[in-house]
């Protein structure tokens, strides 16, 4: 099925350059769209593991929370819930330890959003958790989560769901 999936991915695109309308971010497949925004969480939580500077800190924690709340909220509503749907037991397990795995993040944004020395120790410790929590997440949820979803749903079902997910996500506000 993934190699089906690629050959309509890359005929959709190819119809697109020929007729000259550019390809939307709403017109590919979610688990694409989720990918993208894994790599951004990666590289901001690598960033704010490795930084010293107590503005860039604050800085990169805003970015993370702006990122990651949305992203995950909208990917629960939409992945998880549809992969919980399916009627196989393994499948259910992975939709409900992605939504266990999400709010182990939120208690540790919580935490370190509540660490007024952005340059401690508590904070550097926190920040790497964080990090190691979000990678290990994303590993699993990239092999399990995405294995039920490329059995379970067409491509184009993907696309509607990216559709969907990027509407839920432009409607989560992020707490200050």
């Known amino acids: ?16 350059a020929v007729s000259g309308k ?23 939580l690598a960033k704010l593991v490795k930084s010293e500077s107590a503005p860039e800190r604050r800085s990169l924690l805003k970015q993370i929370k702006s ?8 990917e629960e509503k939409i992945v998880y819930d549809g992969v919980i749907a399916i009627r196989e037991t393994q499948a259910k397990i992975d939709g409900e330890e992605g939504y266990l795995e999400h709010g182990l993040a ?4 919580g935490v ?17 958790v964080l990090k190691e929590l979000v990678e290990h997440h994303v590993s699993e949820e990239e092999r399990n989560v995405w294995r039920d979803m490329r059995e379970n749903f067409d491509l184009d079902a993907r696309i509607a769901m ?3 997910y990027l509407a839920a ?8």
């Open 22 to 44: 550019p390809e939307s971010p709403a017109d590919q497949d979610v688990l694409d769209t989720v990918k993208e925004e894994h790599d951004e969480v990666k590289e901001l």
């Open 169 to 176: 996500k432009s409607k989560v506000r992020v707490p200050a």
């Open 67 to 74: 990122a990651l709340i949305p992203h995950s909220r909208a």
């Open 112 to 128: 370190l959003g509540k660490i007024a020395e952005v340059k401690s120790p508590e904070f550097s410790a926190t920040a790497k």
């Open 106 to 109: 939120d208690k540790m944004l």
């Open 1 to 16: 099925m993934p190699i089906m999936d690629t050959l309509q991915k890359t005929g959709r695109k190819i119809e697109k």
């Open 162 to 164: 990216n559709k969907r």
